[in-house]
């Protein structure tokens, strides 16, 4: 692959489009599922879809302007991404789990003019959210038959809040109706839309990502197009024997996310073709539609890894079913979200396919090492990219400088100063050593981020302080990095618990209190992402406390060494299916 044919200069991501439109304008860029069958979106469609949108969002965002994606993977959802970006505007995408609550706090932090919406679900969420959003200019409907008044109507039929008949015909737009103002632009002056693409600084910020912050609510990380460009530059360099033009890819990662997003971004560079798909479907398809790219989080690595080994007591035999699995293609394999296990790492690598693993974070655009064809280890995370210097602090912390670095949280500088040395190095919140040979492996968390086996990232912290104020319970702590789903161990307080118990006429059973923990359980669920949700518990019976060594002298929870104590409880809890 010829890297300097991509790299030979830096180019904002809509630029990359373009630039390469001529050569690649009739040729598939997205296949669709419609019913069996599979319909291709050419390169040409997709970038009027982008230069129509662009010049739409013109008419209602400055350059600098924020607007949010609140939607699922669809063509739309990268056209729409790469809209913003081309009118010179900052892309904000929402995880499409997001409450009515989060979705509301991005829009209005990020202090959004325009939000794109898709699916019955999201849009009643997001009218909702409608008191935190009236910053908002515009809202665009990505699907023509989604009815907002209906959605309003039974809102306040409920008793909520919710936008007026009047207010909604005067900010909600639809997807088509957005086009045919911005095509119609386009033929006043066919010229427009490239001078725009032009006037856009490599150093304006091109896209904010919220992270999962470990204690109250996430932060924005506004990328410059030079973090995010330079980043793909040694992306491309060490992964390049592994890459070329045209591949093959199924996308089911959620474009919210920057390793969907990631996905597409390198689908555009290289002129693949991409099959787009979903959670549920996605490993059915591999044997019909056998891509040559599959990036996944851990959990797909291990499902058919599983099934292959399944297959046969015999080595030969389940690399042949792996083969048959994924389609027998696969020539790029990525696995991000989380760590994986180093069978599944062998399994494939005898198949010959290197699932390829890297370290990284999204104030980091967001990749610092990464294993590669030529240098990997299966007990580390690779080697520092080109452009990245990385060193370990004293305690251990790895250190990051690089043009790929973030220069600070959105409207948050307490945290940025937090964050960053007084020389200047990202504080990345994790523990690292070197091996002999210079690659990098991961030993702790300093952090208390969870990340689940899908790839979703948790901060326990925001999921615990919900029980904060409840009288039955003293202390609640979630567990559930590399897992499927999260569990808790759950300090009741007895008293409270056996008056609870007793003014309801039932006696203090062990029954009758997990009962009365599950309904206090099921109440915070309900205001959380589905992966944020706690699906089993354990209540614990002796107290957390400062002498026992699992609170600190201000009663903090000691949570590494609540789950160094309680390891094989939380553990037990995965045992059996939620």
């Given at each position: 692959m010829?890297v300097?044919?991509?790299?030979?200069?830096?180019?904002?991501?809509?630029?990359i489009?373009f630039?390469?439109?001529?050569?690649?304008?009739t040729?598939?860029?997205?296949?669709?599922?419609e019913?069996?069958?599979?319909?291709a979106v050419?390169w040409q469609?997709?970038?009027d879809q982008?230069?129509d949108?662009a010049?739409?969002l013109g008419?209602?965002m400055?350059?600098?302007d924020?607007?949010?994606i609140f939607a699922?993977?669809?063509?739309?959802?990268?056209?729409a991404?790469l809209?913003?970006q081309?009118?010179?505007?900052?892309?904000?995408p929402i995880y499409?789990?997001?409450?009515?609550?989060?979705?509301?706090?991005?829009i209005e932090h990020?202090?959004?003019?325009v939000v794109?919406?898709?699916t019955e679900?999201?849009?009643?969420?997001l009218?909702e959210?409608?008191p935190m959003l009236?910053?908002?200019?515009?809202v665009v409907l990505?699907?023509?038959?989604?009815?907002?008044?209906?959605l309003a109507a039974?809102?306040r039929?409920?008793?909520?809040?919710?936008p007026?008949a009047?207010e909604l015909?005067?900010?909600?737009?639809?997807?088509s109706?957005?086009?045919a103002?911005?095509?119609?632009r386009?033929r006043?002056?066919?010229?427009a839309?490239?001078?725009g693409l032009?006037?856009i600084?490599?150093d304006?910020?091109?896209?904010m990502?919220?992270?999962?912050?470990?204690?109250?609510?996430?932060k924005?990380?506004?990328?410059?197009?030079?973090n995010v460009?330079?980043?793909g530059?040694?992306?491309?360099?060490v992964?390049a024997?592994?890459l070329d033009?045209?591949m093959?890819?199924?996308?089911?990662?959620p474009?919210?996310?920057?390793?969907?997003?990631g996905?597409?971004?390198?689908?555009?560079?290289?002129g693949w073709v991409?099959y787009?798909?979903?959670?549920?479907d996605v490993l059915?398809?591999?044997?019909k539609?056998?891509?040559?790219?599959?990036?996944?989080v851990?959990?797909?690595?291990?499902?058919?890894?599983s099934?292959a080994?399944?297959a046969s007591v015999?080595?030969?035999?389940?690399?042949?079913?792996?083969?048959?699995?994924?389609g027998?293609?696969?020539?790029?394999?990525?696995?991000?979200?989380?760590?994986?296990?180093?069978?599944v790492?062998?399994l494939?690598h005898?198949?010959g396919?290197?699932?390829?693993?890297?370290?990284?974070?999204?104030?980091?655009?967001?990749?610092?090492t990464?294993?590669?064809p030529?240098a990997?280890?299966?007990?580390s995370?690779g080697?520092?990219?080109p452009?990245v210097?990385?060193?370990?602090a004293e305690?251990g912390e790895?250190?990051a400088k690089?043009?790929n670095?973030?220069?600070?949280?959105?409207?948050?500088?307490?945290?940025t100063?937090?964050?960053?040395?007084?020389?200047?190095?990202?504080?990345?919140g994790?523990?690292?050593?070197?091996?002999?040979d210079?690659?990098?492996?991961i030993?702790?968390?300093?952090?208390?981020?969870?990340v689940?086996a899908g790839?979703?990232?948790?901060a326990?912290?925001?999921?615990?302080?919900r029980?904060?104020d409840?009288?039955?319970?003293?202390?609640?702590?979630?567990?559930?990095?590399?897992?499927k789903?999260?569990?808790a161990?759950v300090?009741?307080n007895?008293?409270?618990?056996?008056?609870?118990?007793?003014?309801?006429?039932a006696t203090?059973?062990p029954?009758?209190?997990r009962?009365?923990?599950d309904k206090?359980?099921e109440?915070v669920?309900?205001?959380?992402?589905s992966y944020?949700?706690i699906k089993?518990?354990?209540?614990?019976d002796?107290p957390?406390?400062?002498e026992g060594?699992l609170?600190?002298?201000?009663?903090?929870?000691?949570?590494?060494?609540?789950?160094e104590r309680?390891?094989?409880v939380?553990?037990?809890?995965y045992?059996a299916?939620p």
């Amino acid at each position: 692959m010829d890297v300097q044919k991509y790299f030979g200069a830096l180019r904002t991501p809509p630029q990359i489009v373009f630039d390469f439109l001529p050569e690649r304008a009739t040729r598939p860029r997205f296949m669709i599922k419609e019913g069996q069958d599979w319909r291709a979106v050419t390169w040409q469609a997709f970038a009027d879809q982008i230069r129509d949108v662009a010049l739409y969002l013109g008419t209602e965002m400055q350059t600098g302007d924020r607007a949010c994606i609140f939607a699922p993977n669809r063509v739309e959802w990268m056209s729409a991404a790469l809209a913003i970006q081309g009118m010179g505007g900052v892309m904000v995408p929402i995880y499409g789990s997001s409450t009515a609550d989060q979705a509301g706090y991005v829009i209005e932090h990020s202090d959004a003019k325009v939000v794109f919406v898709d699916t019955e679900g999201m849009l009643a969420r997001l009218l909702e959210a409608w008191p935190m959003l009236d910053a908002v200019r515009r809202v665009v409907l990505m699907d023509d038959t989604l009815d907002p008044q209906a959605l309003a109507a039974e809102l306040r039929g409920k008793g909520k809040t919710a936008p007026s008949a009047k207010e909604l015909d005067q900010r909600f737009v639809t997807w088509s109706r957005a086009r045919a103002l911005g095509a119609a632009r386009h033929r006043e002056d066919e010229g427009a839309f490239a001078r725009g693409l032009e006037a856009i600084s490599l150093d304006q910020p091109g896209v904010m990502l919220y992270t999962s912050g470990t204690s109250g609510r996430p932060k924005g990380v506004p990328l410059t197009h030079r973090n995010v460009g330079t980043n793909g530059r040694d992306w491309f360099d060490v992964l390049a024997p592994l890459l070329d033009e045209g591949m093959v890819d199924v996308l089911w990662l959620p474009m919210s996310h920057i390793y969907g997003f990631g996905e597409a971004g390198i689908g555009n560079q290289l002129g693949w073709v991409t099959y787009l798909s979903d959670p549920r479907d996605v490993l059915d398809e591999l044997p019909k539609v056998r891509p040559s790219v599959f990036m996944s989080v851990p959990s797909y690595w291990d499902k058919l890894a599983s099934q292959a080994l399944a297959a046969s007591v015999e080595r030969k035999g389940q690399i042949a079913k792996l083969r048959e699995l994924t389609g027998g293609q696969f020539r790029f394999c990525l696995s991000g979200g989380a760590g994986l296990k180093r069978e599944v790492k062998e399994l494939f690598h005898e198949a010959g396919l290197l699932i390829v693993e890297g370290y990284g974070l999204t104030e980091c655009s967001p990749t610092l090492t990464m294993n590669r064809p030529d240098a990997f280890r299966f007990d580390s995370v690779g080697k520092p990219f080109p452009s990245v210097e990385l060193k370990l602090a004293e305690d251990g912390e790895i250190l990051a400088k690089g043009p790929n670095v973030f220069g600070g949280y959105h409207k948050d500088p307490k945290a940025t100063q937090e964050c960053f040395t007084d020389d200047g190095w990202l504080k990345t919140g994790d523990i690292g050593r070197w091996t002999d040979d210079g690659f990098l492996q991961i030993v702790d968390r300093k952090k208390d981020i969870l990340v689940t086996a899908g790839g979703k990232n948790v901060a326990p912290a925001n999921i615990e302080v919900r029980f904060r104020d409840d009288a039955l319970i003293d202390h609640v702590v979630v567990y559930g990095d590399g897992q499927k789903f999260l569990v808790a161990g759950v300090w009741p307080n007895q008293p409270a618990i056996e008056a609870a118990l007793k003014e309801q006429g039932a006696t203090s059973s062990p029954e009758a209190i997990r009962a009365l923990l599950d309904k206090r359980i099921e109440r915070v669920n309900a205001e959380l992402a589905s992966y944020e949700t706690i699906k089993k518990i354990a209540v614990m019976d002796e107290p957390l406390s400062v002498e026992g060594g699992l609170l600190t002298p201000t009663l903090k929870v000691k949570r590494k060494a609540v789950y160094e104590r309680y390891g094989k409880v939380f553990a037990g809890l995965y045992e059996a299916k939620p």
